[in-house]
Each structure stands twice: as structure tokens, then as C-alpha cells.
């Protein structure tokens, strides 16, 4: 049986997804977009610094290393990569934070947050009448073991806050309302 993991991967205006999946015996495989999953050997050399792929008995010698400015949005997932001595700008994110990133630019043009997986809230830095900063934390929601961070889309005044600390939500509930501000 396959562990697998999605991320999305950006590179020169494209998107693609890789799923990356590990079997109980350790072999690891492969599947970009709708490709077929392929096994492939790797190993960190450089001490941890670079990861030693074999492809279908190719080697790949690839060297990421986090950019130098925030990158994306908040900076995670912005890399700076040699392949085979051959430099490209990367943005990696896993599956759950592109879904995030994608929510809020998404609703960017209203106020209303609204889940976009189910999860626990595990911390609220909001409360009605508050003004906020597009970009600014308003609430912690826990998936999966994972704590994503969930981020006004709109500068404003926090009208409605719909959940508590401790409370269980669905894929498409209201977590907040902002009033947005003009130009916001």
C-alpha cells in the first residue's frame, strides 16, 4: 500500500501537481499532473543540502535552497533550484496550502471566509469590530495534523465571527465576515 502526499509545484507561469508516494518497504515513486506513477531512488548528498534523484536509470543532481526574498504571498514554498547545474525559480507548496492560497484570492474581492477543508479551529486572533489588514492572521484552522493559517482577504472591519476556539467545521463554512473598506 502507497503513503502518498500532493504538492503543487509553479514554475515559469505553469502549474503542476506531484504526488509523491512511499510504500512500506521504503520505495519511493512519482506522478506529475496525470502521469503514470513511477518508481525512482533518492538520496540526500551535500549534507542535506541536495537530493540525488534516478529517473528510469537517469541521474538528476538537484540542489534547492529557500529564495532569498518572501516569495509567494507569505514565502512558503519559494525555492531557488539547480537541476543538474541548470538554475530555475520553483514555488513547492503542499496540496492543503495552495488550496488556502487559492481561497483567498479567491474570495480577495469580498469579506466572507469561508473554510475551505474541514478542521478544528485552534486559535482566534479576530473579534468583531476589529480592523484588519489584508494579510492579517485572523484565525488558526487545524487539518490533518497540519496548522494552516487562515488570513483576511480584505482590508477592513471584522463584521461577524463564526466560530469559536475548539469548534469542528465543514469544507464551506463561514469562519468570519469583513466589512471591506473602500479600495480594501
Not at 543540502?49 to 526574498?69: F, Y
Not at 483576511?152 to 463561514?174: H, I, K, L, W
Request: net charge negative; hydrophobic share 45%; with cysteine.
Amino acid at each position: 500500500m502507497w503513503m502518498r502526499k500532493r504538492y503543487v509545484l509553479r514554475h515559469g507561469g505553469k502549474q503542476f501537481v506531484a504526488e509523491v508516494a512511499r510504500d512500506a518497504d521504503g520505495r519511493l515513486a512519482v506522478r506529475i499532473d496525470d502521469g503514470e506513477l513511477r518508481e525512482v531512488d533518492a538520496c540526500f548528498v551535500q549534507n542535506g543540502r541536495a537530493l540525488s534523484l534516478r529517473v528510469d536509470g537517469r541521474m538528476h543532481l538537484i540542489d534547492l535552497s529557500p529564495r532569498g526574498g518572501r516569495g509567494e504571498r507569505d514565502g512558503h514554498g519559494a525555492l531557488e533550484a539547480s537541476v543538474n547545474g541548470r538554475y530555475l525559480e520553483l514555488t513547492v507548496m503542499d496540496e492543503l496550502h495552495a488550496l488556502a492560497l487559492a481561497a483567498v484570492a479567491e474570495v480577495a474581492v469580498g469579506g466572507t471566509v469561508r473554510a475551505e477543508i474541514p478542521g478544528l479551529v485552534v486559535a482566534l486572533q479576530a473579534e468583531v469590530g476589529r480592523r484588519v489588514a489584508a494579510g492579517e492572521p485572523l484565525l488558526v484552522l487545524e487539518a490533518m495534523k497540519m496548522q494552516n493559517e487562515i488570513a483576511a482577504p480584505v482590508a477592513g472591519t471584522v463584521a461577524e465571527v463564526a466560530v469559536r476556539v475548539g469548534q469542528s467545521v465543514n469544507a464551506g463554512d463561514v469562519l468570519l465576515v469583513i466589512e471591506p473598506e473602500a479600495g480594501g
